[in-house]
């Protein structure tokens, strides 16, 4: 049980373009989704929590304007990156619990690379 | 503020070496311990967790213990096998009032045949 999935896993796009990655629960009801982003051979790093019908909280330091999170249902949050950089290519993970305060169960990552 | 140390690595052992991997917190409350896993080009898989003081997480072979005294949740395993090379990420939650987690920054093992 416990299962999150992403959609993609790996993304290419060209740079100024947007794109939109998907984070759904398989086999549970999410309230709270979170966002982290990994850079080469570093830790994660969170940028948005996200609970299911409310806006996103946005971490210090991240764009609410440039990754646009929706949290529509509680099966399915989305995390677009707008007008895509190179320096936006990174790995992106979500996770989700239940409840807040729950465990965190992660995804397995998507791969975004812009050229 | 709240944050997570582990040791660098990358960690290089042979096959049947015992493993440690340090991970020291600084935490206001009482955060709970988790370590996770990152095969490559994965994502984080929970490898165990403990919840208060005294707590030992344990999990194929992996365990660590939750010390309030010296603020520590070490990553051991007796004998380490090639299939374990990966990420390891300590982390802590539960703390200043929010439920986020917070991460060290990795520790890369290597486990040679």
């Known amino acids: 049980g416990a299962v999150v999935s992403q959609h993609p896993s790996r993304v290419i796009c060209k740079s100024g373009t947007s794109v939109k990655i998907e984070c759904r629960s398989l086999?549970?009801?999410?309230?709270?989704m979170f966002w982290y982003r990994q850079f080469p051979k570093k830790s994660l790093m969170l940028m948005a929590t996200?609970?299911?019908?409310?806006?996103?909280?946005?971490e210090q330091g991240v764009e609410k304007d440039k990754f646009l999170i929706n949290h529509a249902s509680l099966t399915l949050s989305t995390l677009t990156v707008t007008s895509a950089h190179p320096e936006d290519s990174s790995f992106y993970i979500c996770?989700?619990?239940?409840?807040?305060?729950?465990?965190?169960?992660f995804g397995p990552g998507t791969r975004l690379t812009v050229t | 503020g709240d944050s997570v140390t582990q040791m660098e690595g990358p960690v290089t052992l042979s096959e049947e070496a015992f493993l440690t991997i340090n991970c020291t917190y600084t935490a206001t409350g009482y955060p709970s311990l988790f370590w996770y896993v990152q095969y490559p080009g994965e994502g984080l898989q929970l490898l165990l967790k403990?919840?208060?003081?005294?707590d030992k997480g344990s999990n194929k072979g992996f365990e660590a213990t939750y010390r309030k005294e010296t603020t520590s949740f070490h990553l051991e395993k007796g004998s380490v096998q090639v299939s374990d090379s990966a990420v390891y990420f300590c982390a802590l939650s539960g703390v200043s009032g929010t439920y986020k987690y917070i991460f060290g920054t990795g520790t890369r093992l290597k486990v040679l045949a």
């Open positions: 403990a919840t208060k003081a005294d």
């Open positions: 996770s989700a619990s239940e409840y807040p305060g729950y465990e965190q169960y």
């Open positions: 996200s609970n299911e019908g409310s806006k996103a909280t946005y």
């Open positions: 086999d549970f009801q999410a309230t709270t």
